[in-house]
């Protein structure tokens, strides 16, 4: 019998290169879904055909299974590091289908990941939480695909809700759904730039926190990631960091502390408040971090100029891909014309432009 699954992309509200430092972020689903239907075989083989790319992948369960470097690896590793935990899979069939924009900091890999994970899941008879599903995709990035992403992606595919902002602690996978005001939109711009996230800056971050940690903890015996860190333990402390790893520290410390306030003021409906600290994400992860772009800068410059918005700042992992813009839903329109055509007219690159609506985590769909 043929089974349908769905797991969407992510848009980051706030909370940017804190996951994996043990932080809060706080990403809503969209409406982007990757979409796998998968059928069983009678045997130990998984064939995985990607309607993105036209290519089909077999792979048998039973070998050991090594990275082809390409989009197969996503799919491929979930099964691994689902076996590699206990989970004895059955040989399926998988068709994926993306329409999550690939490489634009959208996390069309985290949707990939998840999608797979649930179908390989359901069509084995396996129960597994999910958070542990959620570890197991991240897993899958981290050890078969090797790029060192957090949780947050994963995460938010699947416990994502309708109409609400998830707050998600990354050290205890503790949670909580945020409803979003209705006259507000999310509209996404896409700098059709695309990023690489494999790719070896973002992987250095992640080093250069680690370093910032290692250095700290020899005064604070009690800090083991940057989330333990104030502020005023970094300044304490900083003789002995080199500039550029006080810099990182000083962003996530900062972040960490930025996400609990529009918390906050998300509670309050204090849409200004909210928009004034994506504002100040967006100058740190630009200034402190080093992973914004000149499409991105420009797409921030261009969106705050525009009546009605709120706050506007990069997401996801940098170097390109999207700008996340909060905007009163009756300058929306107008809020899209004009950022696209002033982009377009700077850049001569027309960019994508996604009004969206926090949509459900995945789910299995009745075909
Ligand atoms: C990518 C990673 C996430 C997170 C963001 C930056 O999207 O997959 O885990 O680190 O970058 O916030």
């Known amino acids: 019998m043929q089974r349908l699954f769905r ?51 077999e792979v048998n369960l039973d070998e050991r299974l090594a990275p082809r470097g ?6 491929v590793g979930v099964a691994v590091e689902l076996e590699k935990a206990g989970h004895r899979l059955r040989g399926a069939r998988l068709e994926i289908r993306g329409e999550v924009p690939i490489g634009s900091g959208l996390s069309s890999s985290a949707a990939v990941e998840v999608a797979t994970a649930c179908a390989l899941v359901a069509i084995s008879d396996l129960q597994v939480d999910k958070r542990e599903l959620a570890r197991l995709c991240r897993r899958a990035e981290n050890e078969f695909v090797g790029a060192r992403v957090g949780i947050m992606d994963q995460f ?41 996230l494999a790719s070896s800056a973002y992987n250095e971050r992640r080093e250069q926190c680690e370093a910032g ?7 604070l015996p009690h800090v083991t990631a940057l989330r333990d860190v104030t502020i005023e333990e970094l300044e304490q ?23 609990l306030s529009a918390a906050d003021a998300l509670e309050r409906s204090d849409l ?6 994506m504002r100040e994400s967006h100058q740190s ?68 432009i996604y009004v969206c609506t926090a949509a459900n985590g995945a789910e299995e769909v009745r075909s």
């Not at 902002?165 to 409803?179: G, T, V």
């Not at 940690?213 to 005064?219: D, I, N, P, R």
């Not at 080093?290 to 709120?310: N, P, R």
Request: charged share 25%; with cysteine.
């Open 7 to 57: 797991a969407p992309g992510r848009v980051n509200l706030i909370g940017e290169h804190t996951d994996y430092n043990d932080g809060f972020v706080m990403p809503v689903a969209l409406g982007f879904s990757t979409w796998a239907k998968i059928s069983p075989l009678e045997n130990r083989k998984l064939q995985i055909y990607s309607e993105n790319f036209g290519e089909e992948v």
């Open 213 to 219: 940690v290692k250095h700290l903890a020899q005064f």
């Open 272 to 277: 200004l408040a909210f928009g004034r600290l």
């Open 156 to 196: 938010v595919s699947l416990f994502g809700e309708a109409h609400k902002a998830l707050l998600l602690d990354c050290r205890s996978l503790e949670f909580r759904l945020l409803p979003l005001p209705d006259n507000v939109r999310l509209i996404i711009c896409n700098t059709m730039v695309k990023h690489a």
């Open 285 to 352: 992860l630009r200034d402190d971090y080093e992973v914004s772009s000149e499409e991105l800068d420009l797409m921030v410059e261009l969106a705050q100029k525009v009546e009605g918005v709120y706050g506007a700042r990069m997401t996801g992992g940098g170097f390109g891909g999207c700008t996340i813009n909060l905007v009163a839903e009756e300058h929306a329109e107008v809020f899209q014309q004009t950022v696209a055509s002033e982009y377009e007219r700077v850049t001569k690159l027309k960019p994508e």
């Open 70 to 75: 390409d989009w197969s690896d996503y799919p």
């Open 237 to 259: 402390h900083r003789a002995g960091l080199s500039e550029v790893v006080y810099r990182r520290c000083r962003h996530v410390i900062t972040e960490n502390a930025r996400v």
